[in-house]
């Protein structure tokens, strides 16, 4: 069955420094994959999306990377501040495409 | 600022109550969503209105009940709960369904709902 995983349940990371976010999919290739953020208590909120045949997209100091080959997505925050603290959620849509399946998120913290 | 908008931002019933979530969105969208999400955990899609018909319902059991009064509007019914239910309810909107490619899905701020 279709799955997708985000490695790290947490990430701590010193402010300044590069944070970056791993998805991994499995048994599907998604036709593109997307990344939300979400604060404590808030609704998820869309950042990029990024198709299977981009290798990259960037978004002032976001930039996420697909390889089909290794199945996986990159999300990175440079530059980081403690504002970045939030949970990024990996999604893509499920097989047919009538869905969107979200990963467990990874939660970063960013220390000043 | 998001643009879906959800009343009430909080709720506690009892297990015998009947209590409604409601949601709004004038962007034009043309599917709205429910979604239920547990703490430290994804959000999970419960139900999807297409053009204000239900086209999706993850066997969600029939204590909750949905309802999409017109193109911006849609409800949750809740009736006969129980404590497993306490939980973060969002609702979200895109402009077509998922099945478009790369559709956003955005997100309301979500209602928390606890159940005693």
């Known amino acids: 069955s279709q799955k997708i995983e985000q490695n790290s349940e947490a990430l701590n990371i010193q402010e300044g420094k590069t944070a970056t976010l791993t998805c991994n999919y499995t048994n599907y290739s998604p036709a593109y994959l997307q990344w939300y953020r979400q604060d404590p208590g808030r609704g998820p909120v869309f950042l990029l999306l990024?198709?299977?045949?981009?290798k990259e997209k960037r978004k002032e100091r976001l930039k996420v990377t697909f390889d089909t080959t290794l199945k996986q997505s990159l999300f990175h925050i440079t530059a980081s501040q403690p504002a970045d603290s939030a949970t990024y959620l990996c999604?893509?849509?499920?097989?047919?495409?009538?869905?969107?399946?979200f990963g467990a998120g990874t939660r970063l913290f960013v220390k000043a | 600022d998001t643009e879906v908008t959800q009343t009430p931002k909080h709720l506690v019933m009892g297990m015998t109550n009947k209590k409604s979530l409601k949601c709004e969105q004038h962007m034009g969208h043309r599917a709205m969503y429910w979604y239920k999400q547990k703490a430290k955990k994804p959000p999970e899609l419960m139900f999807v209105y297409s053009y204000e018909k239900l086209s999706i319902n993850e066997s969600v059991p029939s204590r909750f009940s949905p309802e999409c009064p017109n193109s911006s509007l849609l409800n949750l019914h809740l009736h006969a709960l129980q404590p497993e239910d306490s939980a973060l309810y969002l609702c979200?909107?895109?402009?077509?369904?998922?099945?478009?490619?790369?559709?956003?899905?955005?997100f309301g701020e979500g209602s928390w709902l606890t159940v005693v």
């Open positions: 999604a893509h849509p499920n097989t047919g495409g009538f869905k969107t399946i």
């Open positions: 979200a909107s895109s402009q077509d369904e998922v099945r478009t490619s790369g559709n956003t899905i955005y």
């Open positions: 990024i198709r299977e045949n981009e």
